[in-house]
Nanobody, 114 residues
Framework: VQLQASGGGLVQAGGSLRLSCAFSETIYAFDVMGWYRQAPGKQRELVSKFTSAGRADYADPVKGRFAFSTDVAKNTVYLVMNRLKPEDTGVYYC?????????WGPGTLVTVSS
């Protein structure tokens, strides 16, 4: 299984970005898909996850600003990030869980300037 995240970049506070994560196989094969981030000097943390039951959950700091979506035909998941804040800066990683196995893609850097 391969995951490839893209879409990071430099944006001003208040701006928006859309991250994409392309899967090497159908996203129906996974129990949970998620986005994590790691800020400089901090541990990796969950940003959002989407279960096979169709439920999306969000970390409190991003609720109301970020949205998880999927495109089954493209085997791709997205994270739309609005009203970005400097504290959203970090490397964002795509994650997928299948039968208790975790898969990670290389991260994509998001930098939010104040």
């Amino acid at each position: 299984v391969q995951l490839q995240a893209s879409g990071g970049g430099l944006v001003q506070a208040g701006g928006s970005l859309r991250l994409s994560c392309a899967f090497s196989e159908t996203i129906y094969a996974f129990d949970v898909m998620g986005w994590y981030r790691q800020a400089p000097g901090k541990q990796r943390e969950l940003v959002s996850k989407f279960t096979s039951a169709g439920r999306a959950d969000y970390a409190d700091p991003v609720k109301g600003r970020f949205a998880f979506s999927t495109d089954v035909a493209k085997n791709t998941v997205y994270l739309v990030m609005n009203r970005l804040k400097p504290e959203d800066t970090g490397v964002y990683y795509c994650n997928a869980q299948q039968n208790s196995r975790n898969y990670w893609g290389p991260g994509t850097l998001v930098t939010v300037s104040s």
